[in-house]
């Protein structure tokens, strides 16, 4: 059963149980693209400390109004180096992106043909390792960019316990580029949720050939996306 078909409680109740497995309580967790919040909420409801890294302004009022001072929010985006990116604000604000060329490849497969990236809007952009040097190592990082994961990862020098990252068809190359560097890195177990199904799909962990077949298998279509998930 789809996780979108449970009701909310019955959700939210399996969201928890999925992610105990890497958020430790009283661990760290970096959500990288943390939008509205929602992975956040589960996140401190499992007893972790959280840094949300989020550039759009609603979000960040959002974000705020949740949780208050409970949450540590860095106004900006993580890359491979500090200073300043051209956010590219969406219609809809969970596809906002740093990635040009997800956007055309997105509008281009049908997926997401309906929005529109109108403005650009100048964001500071950190790095993983300055976060790491700020916050601490995290027990988990979940990346939701939109695109961007590529640049996100380059910004991080050692492995961390856990991280996931979004992938969908239309951007495999750069994602497993991504999971590359993670494995060079030394994390080099690797696993995949369909979806929004919150559940791992292999009994057991696979290694970077395992990986990357599955990712470039010839059963994905527009419709296919989810989050791999790396640890150490």
């Known amino acids: ?70 949450v540590t929010i860095v106004e900006g985006v ?9 956010l590219l604000v969406a219609s809809y604000h969970t596809l906002s992106t740093l990635s040009r060329e997800w956007i055309e490849r997105v ?10 990236w109108n403005e650009t809007r100048q964001v500071p952009m950190t790095t993983l390792d300055a976060l790491v ?6 027990d988990f990082c979940k990346i939701d960019v939109e695109g961007f994961e590529r640049e996100v990862i380059a910004g991080l020098s050692q492995p961390l316990p856990a991280i996931s990252l979004e992938f969908d068809v239309e951007n495999r190359a750069p ?15 690797f696993n995949y949720s369909q979806g929004e199904s919150l559940r791992l799909e292999l009994s057991r962990w696979t290694d970077l050939a395992g990986i ?14 989810g989050d791999v998930y790396a640890v150490n």
């Open 133 to 138: 040097q700020e916050h601490g190592v995290p």
């Open 212 to 225: 990357r077949a599955f990712l470039l298998g010839p059963a994905h279509t527009v419709e296919t996306f």
């Open 1 to 70: 059963m789809a996780l979108r078909a449970l009701p909310a409680r019955f959700r939210r109740a399996r969201a928890l149980r999925f992610y105990r497995q890497f958020v430790p309580r009283d661990g760290l967790c970096f959500d990288v693209g943390a939008n509205m919040g929602n992975r956040t909420e589960l996140f401190v409801s499992l007893g972790a400390r959280v840094v949300a890294v989020e550039p759009q302004t609603a979000c960040i009022e959002t974000l705020r109004t949740r949780f208050g001072d409970g």
């Open 175 to 189: 994602r497993l580029e991504a999971l590359e560097r993670l494995h060079a890195l030394g994390m080099t177990r």
């Open 78 to 86: 993580a890359g491979p180096t500090p200073g300043q990116a051209d």
């Open 107 to 116: 509008q281009a497969s049908g997926r997401f043909a309906e929005f529109s």
